[in-house]
């Protein structure tokens, strides 16, 4: 069974930067999409990054494109989210979720949280001076 831990959460000024990590145990992410979601207090899940299994393609939201990037470690069966320029409204408690598609160059959509079969517990996120 596939697990997913994820860390590297905490609390960073307005401007900050943090690397969220995404840790498979119980098999392989060479053969999974991975997808970075968030939800604050009050509002909905929202889509913030996606990447392909082989880490060719990836997909960002609006909100955060040029300022996050998704890459994958498959070494270390890991994912990351290096979030730069980290704004109040990115606080929120991050998810990373793993989708089963083989080996490709298939980007989930951010808008289909549905379609991931395996989600970590969370690392919260907190962007306040």
């Known amino acids: 069974q596939l697990q997913l831990v994820e860390s590297g959460g905490g609390l960073v000024q307005p401007g900050g930067s943090l690397r969220l990590a995404c840790a498979a145990s119980?098999?392989?992410?060479?053969?999974?999409?991975i997808g970075w979601f968030r939800q604050a207090p009050g509002k909905e899940r929202e889509g913030v990054a996606c990447?392909?299994?082989?880490?060719?393609?990836?997909d960002y939201a609006d909100s955060v494109k040029g300022r996050f990037t998704i890459s994958r470690d498959f070494a270390k069966n890991t994912v990351y989210l290096q979030m730069n320029t980290l704004k109040p409204e990115d606080t929120a408690v991050y998810y990373c979720?793993?989708?089963?598609?083989?080996?490709?160059?298939?980007?989930?959509?951010?808008?289909?949280?549905?379609?991931?079969?395996?989600w970590g517990q969370g690392t919260q996120v907190t962007v306040s001076s």
């Open positions: 979720a793993a989708r089963f598609q083989g080996y490709s160059d298939y980007v989930p959509h951010l808008l289909y949280p549905a379609d991931f079969g395996y």
């Open positions: 119980g098999g392989s992410l060479d053969y999974y999409g």
């Open positions: 990447i392909s299994s082989n880490g060719g393609n990836s």
